[in-house]
């Protein structure tokens, strides 16, 4: 298949390939989305092929207006109002009931579907324009890093999509906040740049995912995105400034060798006197977000061995930035 590059300009020809059934990958303001037609089963299962996706794993539906929202799921409900009201439009997914229409390949056969409203006019417009709401897992091979950038969508998927809006860098860099408020109390399932004490601040019971864990394992319900690997550069992900290991094989930077090919991204310089290929630091944890996925996917084109991530303090969006590099820095 011949993967067409639109310009922004050109959301006519974007939303006549998602009537026709096709994949069009568009810009959000998480990361790329890789689209198609919510409620045409063939299209979504082409998702899941396009992407080497488990078939186990559920897609998130964007919406234009709350309208989109009914099109999915059983109601809104007054909790789910009050996150709407709040963080919609952005990057804020819910995990809401789902619709009797829905298709069962869309939610992975789960009773749930999970909805956002992007904050973004190019994501926007194309919905408007498809007239549906549009399925879009992040645009990326399965497991790989998310794509932040058109290139990287290309790189990652040209050839098995119909088209790429090329739109500019997306402005997080990392994936929406996930929260399920099917279960009570409304948990966090994967966090993002929405963080959960801003969610706190709206609806007091909620807690993460992490929160449960210890409690209740074997009765939580967690998203099944979260069991796979993901966000994995070819190079090895280290953390540095992480004392043990916190997650499998996250190793200290004194434990590289200095013969390896090794980067360094974070908030500050790393020792000077140790060996680095490519030293990148960013003037905020922003920045540190927005730069972390496309960090991985240029280290990975220059033939790096090992990336060495910074810890940073897991407030606002520290947290999820954390928990990409730490899932990134899992070998499995
Ligand atoms: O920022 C984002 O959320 C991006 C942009 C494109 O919107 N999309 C994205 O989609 O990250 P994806 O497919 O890469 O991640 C969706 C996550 C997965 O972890 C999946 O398991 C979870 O949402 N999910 C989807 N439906 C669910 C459901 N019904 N119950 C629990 N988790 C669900
Ligand atoms: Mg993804």
């Keep these: 298949m ?10 006519g020809d974007a939303a006549a390939i998602i009537a026709a059934g096709g994949l069009v990958a568009f810009p959000t303001e998480t990361v790329y989305g890789l689209g198609a037609d919510a409620t045409n089963a063939s299209a979504i299962l082409k998702i899941y092929e396009a992407k080497g996706r488990p078939s186990d794993n559920p897609l998130i539906v964007h919406v234009a207006d709350v ?10 409900s007054p909790i789910t109002q009050k996150l709407i009201d709040a963080f919609w439009p ?12 829905v298709t069962s390949e869309l939610c992975a056969g789960l009773p749930s579907v999970a909805v956002r409203m992007p904050n973004h006019p190019v994501a926007i417009e194309l919905i408007r324009r498809a007239g549906v709401p549009l399925v879009a897992p992040s645009a990326n091979r399965s497991g790989r890093p998310s794509g932040t950038t058109w290139e990287a969508v290309r790189d990652d998927l040209s050839g098995s999509v119909d088209a790429i809006v090329c ?5 997080f860099g990392l994936e929406s906040t996930v ?6 109390p409304p948990c966090v399932l994967r966090h993002g740049a929405i963080s959960l004490t801003a969610i706190q601040d709206v609806c007091p019971d909620v807690v993460s995912v992490e929160d ?3 409690a209740e394992q074997g009765r939580l319900r967690k998203s099944p995105g979260t069991r796979h690997r993901h966000y994995q550069p070819h190079a090895r992900v280290m953390v540095a ?22 980067a360094w991204i974070g908030l500050s310089s790393p020792n000077p006197s140790e060996n680095w290929r490519i030293i990148k630091v960013c003037e905020n944890v922003d920045e540190y977000a927005r730069a972390l996925f496309s960090f991985f996917r240029e280290m990975d084109r220059l033939g790096v061995e090992a990336i060495v991530c ?3 303090s897991e407030d606002g969006i520290g947290r999820a930035l954390m928990d990409r590099i730490l899932r990134a820095s899992v070998d499995e």
């Design 241 to 262: 400034g992480l004392k043990t290991d916190v997650m499998g094989n996250t190793l200290s930077v004194g434990q590289t060798s200095s013969a390896v090919s090794r």
């Design 212 to 214: 449960l864990e210890a």
């Design 167 to 171: 739109g500019e860098p997306t402005d």
């Design 90 to 101: 952005g990057p804020l997914t819910i995990v809401m009931p789902k619709g009797a229409s």
């Design 2 to 11: 011949e993967t067409s590059l639109l310009r922004i300009d050109q959301l």
């Design 179 to 184: 929260i399920d408020i099917t279960q009570s």
């Design 67 to 76: 309208g989109g929202v009914l099109r999915v799921a059983k109601e809104v």
């Design 310 to 312: 910074e810890r940073v």
